[in-house]
């Protein structure tokens, strides 16, 4: 079944449960609805309950979804019940920003090594971790059974490190590479690009007259 899911709608399912926490940590009621949802995340209730349809019952008509039960389910459903362990390609400003960011452990996500071809970052101590020689990429990823990865590499060299991180076994790659990238069926990429996203959101914006 979870494979006939559009990838829309796997998309949307961190969404309400990052909502859902915040609801759970505001710690004022032990249930919600999908109208209260849906005027937090400007999202249609209809949508959210035909997200949720998906993968079953939730809810009951007129008693809401009980929060924290909700929160336990769609945990169960992102495979997010373990914590998984997490590859980081790029030292740069913007590696070292992420290696250095808390929210990924409290997410479920901990970041166990970092990759750089630069000799002068290759030995340094980030955060806790020491950078590694991306000579040493294939070797620690199939080691340590790694399935996820980030990529903070420049446009130039990402294709050729997506190709290394996946023939070393990484499923699923967080990319922060200006570029796109081609990867075999069964290995999953999404993309951070804020120039891109900005230029998005420029669409609905009309320039100053001068």
Known sequence: MESQIPDIVIGRLPIYLRELWRMEREGDR?????????????????QIRKDLSH???????????????????????LHLTHEWPVALVG?????HALASYRGFQRRGFVITCIFDNDPTKVGKTIDTLIVQDVAELEATVKSK???IAILAVPADGAQETTDRLVKAGIKSILS????SLVVPAGVHVAYSDPVVQLQQMTYYLWPEKT
């Not at 079953?56 to 008693?63: H, V």
């Open 30 to 46: 032990i249930t919600t609805s999908s109208h209260e949802l849906a005027e937090r995340l400007g999202i249609s209730s209809a």
């Open 55 to 77: 993968f079953g019952e939730f809810g009951k008509q007129g008693t809401g979804y009980h929060i924290h039960y909700l929160i336990d389910r769609l945990t169960e459903i």
């Open 145 to 147: 059974n790694i399935q």
């Open 91 to 95: 030292a740069g400003f913007l590696g």
């Open 176 to 179: 922060y590479a200006p570029v």
